[in-house]
């Protein structure tokens, strides 16, 4: 059984940093797209980064530079280091798992078949 479980959300104030972490447990498979979403109250889902197997990620345009996607193969753990957070970055933030395929551009968000709880991130000015 495939799960994802994130970790790390909290409250900072507006130029901080959290470090997000998602164990993915449960696919061994050695393709797959990664990504990082979050949703804000009243807002749609919105794709934030993603990582694909093959080494490479991509950024939506309000974080690049500031959020880094990286995973860590042996812990099989996905993670989103942000920094520089402003209000506009709080939102609940989810990984998913598109399975058996590379990552698009950009891959849409009904083809991540598995998603974590999600973890909530709040940036106070």
């Known amino acids: 059984q495939v799960q994802l479980v994130e970790s790390g959300g909290g409250s900072v104030q507006a130029g901080g940093s959290l470090r997000l972490s998602c164990v993915v447990s449960?696919?061994?498979?050695?393709?797959?797209?990664l990504g990082w979403f979050r949703q804000a109250p009243s807002k749609e889902r919105e794709g934030v980064a993603t990582?694909?197997?093959?080494?490479?990620?991509s950024y939506a345009d309000s974080v690049q530079g500031r959020f880094t996607v990286s995973h860590d193969n042996t812990e099989n753990t996905l993670y989103l280091q942000m920094n520089n957070l402003q209000p506009e970055d709080s939102a609940v933030y989810y990984c998913?798992?598109?399975?058996?395929?590379?990552?698009?551009?950009?891959?849409?968000?009904?083809?991540?078949?598995?998603w974590g709880q999600g973890t909530p991130v709040t940036v106070s000015s």
């Open positions: 998913a798992l598109y399975p058996g395929s590379n990552c698009y551009t950009p891959t849409p968000i009904e083809s991540f078949g598995y």
């Open positions: 449960g696919y061994t498979y050695s393709t797959y797209c």
């Open positions: 990582f694909d197997s093959d080494g490479s990620t």
